[in-house]
Nanobody
């Protein structure tokens, strides 16, 4: 059964750092376009960062996080990471990882039924 388990969220002050992890079960992250997505109450879900399969390569960051966040993959451990630096209050949200098949077309959007993949991990940035 394919599933994803996010971890690493928590509360942090503006300017701080946090590293999120996404563990994949039942499939190999090397062969998927995959991304991090976040949603705050009352706001639409947005693509934060996407990483192509090993074959496709490439990566994407939203304008709001570019230069502050880094997405990476640990192929041996089948893990996806999101390193968050210099966080801002607007980074607050529930962060989820999910396959992003449209990223081969440069669209960082999740596959349908993103909520069925995992539970997400909450990030709260406040002073």
């Amino acid at each position: 059964q394919k599933r994803l388990v996010e971890s690493g969220g928590g509360s942090v002050q503006p300017g701080g750092s946090l590293k999120l992890s996404c563990a994949a079960f039942g499939f190999n992250l090397n062969y998927y376009e995959i991304g991090w997505f976040r949603q705050a109450p009352g706001k639409e879900r947005e693509g934060v960062a996407c990483l192509g399969s090993v074959r496709f390569g490439s990566s994407y960051y939203s304008d709001g996080v570019k230069g502050r966040f880094t997405v990476s993959r640990d192929s041996a451990k089948n893990l996806l990471y999101l390193e968050m630096n210099d966080v801002k209050p607007e980074d607050t949200g529930l962060y989820s990882c999910a396959p992003a098949p449209a990223f081969v077309h440069r669209q960082c959007v999740p596959a349908e039924a993103i909520d069925s993949w995992g539970q997400g991990t909450q990030v709260t940035v406040s002073s």
